[in-house]
């Protein structure tokens, strides 16, 4: 029996998913277990795989789409199964906002008018696009057509896909034909002159709008300062300040979903930093040892992993999230360490990290970073975190603050290990001035939850284990 595939809805605030890849295409088999397609979360993408024996029967998505969760997306079933029903079904939960009523489709022009140089609108739906009261579109040409300033429900294009639905290159190509054909710089003149251009021919090849034309519709005397004034357009579209615009992407995705997330962060809870210097003489030193006498290397992030695991075990409350209207203190250490990963910022979390030695957790860190870096993370290797460290000492970055990875008490930033000079104390008390590899670290608290007493506290602590780097590894 035919079985309709859904969004999954993989996270708490999971709203929409973005569907990025298709494995199976209509018509192929596959086997339960099988990856079917893959989705975009707010933190990296995530393979779907089938529940089922089957054929791909159907797809109502394409690449790149997003819908909402729970939806519909896809039917798998056996190869000769009539899905004629489901199919519909499936096109009236996709298209139920676009319910079309019969006078409108009764009175539906055979052509739709377009202004000059405007943006596109249209007249009304076409009885040809619609089943049952509700339009046939796909979720992509509909975002299209949105992006474009289309009314869906006052639409006149002839559909190309399944049953005469409308698909994205119908609404492009309706984009196409009905877009009034104008130079960069005619039509930066004519927005700043506010001309209108209906009823204005052009003179350029298939009778596009060039600036004589719109020079020729204004006083002579304004049409030199409008020409000085648009030189600059040449160059591509621009700002209305005067700035060339190079590319334009939306702000979509996981870098919109990092962004809101931060902002509530940064906005909600009240940041407080403390910043100190680390002499890390004494642990490259002993690193450099331990990676001699075995076959994984260690890191430095390690080692600073393990004196934030320690300092959180001294100073518990800094293990601790409010949620509400409760301040909630965590039983074991789960550390996220942020990574750079292709698809932006990701901060895979080490599980009871505190059970963990140094090389146990470069062990588990590293095979995390490698999934980070190869989009194959799942959600419970990035969720349940209880204190996050960020390190861009591999940058050189001497010294930053970090936001803090809500609902988190706070996260500690690393910086670059760099040699500068350092005033030595010998056990008679005399000073002498030598050359030591330093290194910034920096906490930032929720004041709301930690007092600037225990963060003084917690970072110095962290500074004295990386400076007596022994007691790491008892």
């Known amino acids: 029996m035919a079985e309709v595939i859904i969004m999954p809805k993989l996270g708490f605030n999971m709203s929409e998913g973005k569907l990025v890849r298709w494995y199976k295409q209509e018509g192929e088999p596959l086997k339960k277990g099988e990856p079917v397609f893959s989705i975009e979360t707010d933190k990296t993408a995530i393979d779907i795989e089938a529940t089922l024996d089957g054929v791909f029967r159907k797809k109502f998505i394409e690449e790149g789409d997003s819908v909402e969760v729970t939806l519909p997306i896809a039917i798998i079933g056996t190869a ?11 096109n009236r939960q996709l298209n139920k906002e676009e319910s079309v009523a019969p006078a409108a489709k009764a009175e539906a022009p055979a052509t739709a008018t377009v202004p000059a140089d405007a943006a596109p609108t249209a007249a009304t739906v076409a009885a040809g696009n619609t089943v049952g009261g509700f339009l046939r579109i796909t979720p992509r040409a509909r975002r299209v057509a949105k992006e474009n300033g289309l009314s869906i429900t006052n639409l006149q294009v002839n559909g190309t896909g399944y049953d005469g639905g409308i698909c994205e290159k119908d609404i492009l190509a309706y984009l196409t034909s009905n877009k ?49 004034a648009a030189v600059d357009a040449a160059d591509g579209p621009m700002t209305s300040d005067g700035k060339v615009i190079l590319e334009e992407t939306p702000y979509s995705g996981i870098r919109k979903v990092i ?13 407080l930093y403390f910043t100190q210097k680390v002499n890390l003489e004494q642990l490259l030193d002993i690193r450099s040892q331990i990676n001699k006498a075995q076959t994984k290397k260690t890191s430095v992030t390690d080692y600073i992993a393990k004196a934030t695991i320690k300092t959180l075990q001294k100073f518990p409350e800094m293990n601790s999230a409010l949620i509400g209207d409760k301040l909630v203190k965590y039983k074991y250490v789960n550390l996220g360490i942020a990574v750079a990963a292709p698809t932006g910022l990701i901060v895979p979390v080490v599980r009871k990290a505190d059970k963990l030695s140094v090389v146990e957790i470069s ?26 460290i960020s390190n861009l000492g591999m940058f050189g970055i001497e010294n930053f603050t ?15 290990t760099k040699d500068e000079p350092f005033v030595e104390v010998d056990k008679d008390g005399c000073k002498s001035i030598t050359i030591k590899p330093m290194m910034n670290i920096t906490l930032s608290v929720d004041h709301r939850i930690i007092d600037g007493l225990l963060a003084a506290q917690f970072v110095t602590e962290v500074k004295r284990l990386l400076e007596n780097p022994i007691e790491l590894l008892i």
């Open 259 to 271: 962004g809101d997330r931060l902002s509530l962060s940064k906005f909600t809870a009240p940041h």
């Open 80 to 90: 000769d199964e009539n899905i004629d029903t489901l199919i519909a079904d499936v």
């Open 402 to 416: 970090a936001i803090i990875n809500p609902p988190e008490a706070g996260i500690l930033s690393i910086s670059a």
């Open 363 to 388: 062990v588990e860190s590293s095979m995390l970073f490698e999934k980070a870096r190869s989009g194959g993370l799942a959600p419970s290797d990035y969720n349940g975190g209880t204190f996050t």
């Open 180 to 228: 009034q054909k104008i130079s960069p710089v005619a039509k930066k003149m004519a927005e700043e002159q506010n001309i209108s251009l209906d009823g204005l021919q052009g003179t350029g090849s298939g009778g596009k709008i060039m600036k004589q034309d719109i020079l020729g519709s204004m006083p002579p005397s304004v049409g030199t300062v409008a020409v000085a």
